[in-house]
């Protein structure tokens, strides 16, 4: 079993920057794409970007497209979203999750493909 912790979320000014790390624990971590999404409040969950389980394949939101990076490092279990040209819609609980199955691209937007979430971590742009 997986375990996902996040962190690096914060409040930031509108144009801003933060990155979000999200570590694992287990020896599997790299068998496994791994995704973000964020919920603000009173909406729901929704999808944000996703990475391969080698890194090379990588999916963003529309919303997002252009503005964030998704990388790991399988040498250090960890995922990375840098978000970059914040602003206030980015608002929301972030949290990292993996992916059902070994050896998939992370080409799935729906919650329901991941099967371990982290606490989520509060990103708070201000305008």
């Known amino acids: 079993q997986v375990q996902l912790v996040e962190s690096g979320g914060g409040l930031v000014q509108a144009g801003g920057s933060l990155r979000l790390s999200c570590a694992a624990s287990g020896r599997a971590f790299s068998r496994y794409a791994m995704g973000w999404f964020r919920q603000a409040p009173g909406k729901e969950r929704e999808f944000v970007a996703a990475i391969s389980w080698g890194g090379g394949t990588t999916y963003y939101a529309d919303s997002v497209k252009g503005r964030f990076t998704n990388s790991r490092d399988n040498a250090k279990n960890t995922v990375y979203l840098q978000m970059n040209s914040l602003n206030p819609e980015d608002t929301a609980v972030y949290y990292c999750?993996?992916?059902?199955?070994?050896?998939?691209?992370?080409?799935?937007?729906?919650?329901?493909?991941?099967?371990?979430w982290g606490q989520g971590t509060q990103v708070t742009v201000s305008s």
């Open positions: 999750a993996k992916e059902r199955n070994a050896y998939d691209y992370g080409s799935s937007r729906l919650a329901s493909s991941y099967d371990s």
